[in-house]
């Protein structure tokens, strides 16, 4: 009787403390989080996304970088959207993200007033989830695969700039270090390589390049893994001491289009960035560029997949985050 006493007085010490533990140390997030808080919010972020990329194509591209940037630093959680206040340097002031496109904040800040202007729905949908669904939908919108965003995403507390160090892929990176940016995220290989397809729109300025196509090394001045053609193609675009504003197209065949064609590229050496073109120099990832450069679906579903996994890095809960009035500015 003793025995079976503590049994059950275990069993209900392990339930109660799971039930304290699960809404304070993980978010699960959901489908359909916000059914009966705010049930039309993809429709809402949706039509905000239309409206934006009829006003200019670079929300394509700014608003899924913008995505990819706030996940690698800290996890998804809008810290990226917040503005540099007195002594706080924020993220987005940090030298690796001053090249983000200023229409993909703009797409998130005007898709919040469009979710917040709807009864019931004000100031209940985080800033996080409305740039998880922007991403996608850009996606989506420019050919690209159509996924189910989780939601349940908090935003965070903290953006410093010291804080993206060393924590966001660079265009000179090897296969090396590129697994090991995802891995710490708990991203794979495979999942690294699809995410990468998000080249396939989007520019890129002159700087972050011109090392492959003006003294690459003393004895070849091109990277002779880029294509010759293609090469004097961007020293056209690039020469040397261009303006800094000047920018070229990460995909010189179908830079508006979500396709496999970034794959394609690899193949005939016209990756832009020694961390694109790697993709296929190396042995350990050609086989996969090879596979979705020829298959369009295969490509597609694996980055929807990917994108699934990215969205879930470092999700804050009600304990270490909360819903922003502002996407730009702390509560």
Not at 4 to 10: D, G, I, L, P, R
Not at 48 to 69: E, G, S
Not at 91 to 107: I, M, R, V, Y
């Amino acid at each position: 009787m003793r025995r079976q006493f503590y049994n059950v007085v275990v069993f209900l010490a392990l339930l109660l403390s799971v039930t304290l533990w699960t809404p304070y140390t993980a978010t699960a997030l959901s489908t359909n989080y916000y059914a009966k808080t705010c049930p039309n919010v993809e429709k809402i972020v949706r039509q905000a996304v239309q409206k934006k990329i009829q006003q200019t194509f670079v929300t394509i591209p700014a608003t899924l970088r913008l995505f990819f940037h706030d996940c690698f630093v800290n996890g998804c959680d809008a810290s990226i959207m917040i503005q540099s206040r007195g002594t706080n340097k924020a993220e987005k002031d940090h030298p690796d993200n001053l090249s983000l496109a200023g229409d993909g904040f703009d797409t998130v800040i005007k898709a919040k007033a469009a979710v917040d202007a709807v009864p019931g729905c004000t100031n209940n949908v985080s800033c996080a989830d409305i740039l998880a669904l922007a991403a996608r939908d850009v996606v989506n919108l420019a050919g690209g695969p159509f996924w189910k965003v989780e939601l349940g995403r908090f935003d965070g507390l903290v953006s410093t700039a010291s804080s993206v160090n060393g924590r966001l892929p660079q265009p000179t990176d090897d296969l090396n270090r590129l697994n090991s940016l995802f891995a710490s995220n708990g991203l794979t290989q495979n999942e690294m390589v699809a995410l990468s397809g998000a080249h396939t729109v989007g520019f890129s300025h002159c700087s972050k390049f011109s090392n492959r196509i003006y003294g690459f090394t003393p004895k070849n001045p091109i990277d002779p893994t880029l294509n010759a053609q293609y090469a004097t193609q961007l020293q056209g675009m690039c020469p040397k001491n261009v303006d800094p504003r000047i920018a070229v197209n990460m995909d010189p065949v179908s830079p508006r289009m979500f396709d496999n064609v970034y794959y394609k590229n690899l193949i005939s050496g016209k990756g832009l960035f020694t961390s694109d073109q790697v993709l296929y120099s190396d042995q350990r990832t050609r086989g996969l560029v090879t596979n979705w450069a020829q298959s369009s679906l295969n490509f597609k579903q694996a980055f929807a997949n990917s994108m699934i996994r990215l969205g879930r890095i470092g999700v804050k809960n009600v304990k270490n985050g909360n819903v922003r009035v502002q996407c730009d500015v702390f509560n």
